[in-house]
C-alpha cells in the first residue's frame, strides 16, 4: 500500500482560476517541466478530461501512464486514479482541493499516494515525493499567477 503525502500553497488567485489551469491539460508540457506528452484521451459530456494520458521525463525518471479523472460539481476537488499500472508505478491516487481564502487568493491542497514498481528505500521515497509535490505546486503557482498578470 502507498503512503500518503499532503502539501498546500496559497496562490494568488481565485480558485476557479486555478481549476482552469490544472484542467488544461493540452497546455501542461508549456509549463509542468517533466511532462513530455499530455493528452486528453476520453472526456466527459460537459468537456472535462475524463481520461488523460501523460508521457514523463524527469531526468533520471521516465514514465508513460493515464490517469483517470473526477470533479466535484463546484471544481473544488479534482481527484485521479491510475487505470493501469504503468512502467514505474503500481498505483497511484491524488488529489487537488481548492479553498477560497476570501481575499483573491486560493489555498491548493495536493494529495498524492503513489505505489512504484520499482523497489526504494523509504528515505528515498519521501524525498522523491516531497520533491514531485513542490515542484508541481510551485509551478502551478507560477503559471496561475503569471495568467492572472497577463489578464
Known sequence: MADTSTQSIVINAAPSQVAEVICDFA?????????????VTEEYEDGYAS????????GVVSDEYTLSYE?????????????????????QDGSYDLVDNGDGTATVTYT???ELGIGMLGMFKRKAEKMIMDTALTELKRRVESLG???
Open 71 to 91: 470533479y466535484a460539481e463546484d471544481i473544488s476537488r479534482i481527484e485521479w486514479h491510475l487505470v493501469e499500472p504503468s512502467k514505474m508505478q503500481k498505483a
Open 27 to 39: 497546455r501542461y508540457p508549456e509549463w509542468v517541466s517533466a511532462a513530455r506528452e499530455v493528452e
Open 112 to 114: 498524492l499516494a503513489v
Open 149 to 151: 498578470a497577463d489578464q
Open 51 to 58: 481520461q488523460v494520458r501523460f508521457v514523463i521525463d524527469a
